[in-house]
C-alpha cells in the first residue's frame, strides 16, 4: 500500500529490472494505478545494469519482450545507460553509481523478485538490494560492483552499496 501522503503530487519512478517475475505486465500496470490512484505520477524505468548490452535501446527491447511498454501498463517507459556517481560508501569508500533518470523522481518503486544466484550465495542474492546497486546503478555500476566483489564478496559489496542508495 502506497501512502497517500508520501506520494501526492510527486513524480514516482517504477525500477523494472529482468529478473522473470511472474506476470511482471499485470504487477508493473498494478503497481501505476496504485501510484496514479495515490496522486502520484508513474514513470517505468529500466533497472537492468549490463542488460540489453548496458544500452538504453536494449533495455526498452527487454521490457518491451515482457510485455512492460507504455500501450500495456498505463505510464511512459524511461530508459537510459547513462549513470552519475552518486558517491562514497564510508565503511569501503566503495564508488557508488546511479541511474541519471532518478534525479527526474522524487520516489522510487521497485519492483524484483528474489531468487537464487547463479554465481554467489548471500543473503542478499538476487533481491531487491541487487536491483539497487547493480540495476539501478547502470552499466558504471554493475561494472563496478563486479569488479569490487572479485575482491570483497558480491554480499558485502551489494548491501554497502545499497545501504548508501537509501
Known amino acids: 500500500q502506497l501512502s497517500t501522503e508520501e506520494i501526492r503530487g510527486k513524480r514516482v519512478g517504477i525500477a523494472v529490472g529482468s529478473r522473470g517475475i511472474d506476470k511482471i505486465q499485470q504487477v508493473v500496470r498494478m503497481t501505476v494505478e496504485a501510484v496514479r490512484k495515490s496522486g502520484g505520477e508513474p514513470y517505468i524505468f529500466g533497472a537492468m545494469g549490463s542488460h540489453g548490452n548496458g544500452t538504453a535501446r536494449g533495455q526498452r527491447e527487454i521490457l518491451a519482450s515482457l510485455g512492460v511498454t507504455e500501450e500495456e501498463t498505463g505510464a511512459p517507459v524511461l530508459c537510459s545507460a547513462d549513470t552519475a556517481l552518486w558517491g562514497v560508501t564510508p565503511e569501503h569508500g566503495y564508488r557508488v553509481y546511479g ?7 522524487d520516489a522510487i518503486v521497485l519492483i524484483n523478485r528474489v531468487k537464487m544466484h547463479t554465481d554467489f550465495e548471500d543473503v542478499t542474492e538476487s533481491g531487491v538490494l541487487k536491483l539497487m546497486a547493480i540495476g539501478i ?10 569488479a569490487l566483489a572479485l575482491r ?15
Request: aromatic share 10%; proline share 3%; hydrophobic share 35%.
Open 152 to 166: 570483497d564478496g558480491y554480499g558485502t559489496v551489494i548491501r554497502e552499496t545499497a545501504a548508501f542508495m537509501t
Open 99 to 105: 541511474n541519471v533518470l532518478c534525479d527526474q523522481f
Open 137 to 146: 546503478g547502470g552499466p558504471a555500476g554493475c561494472q563496478n560492483v563486479h
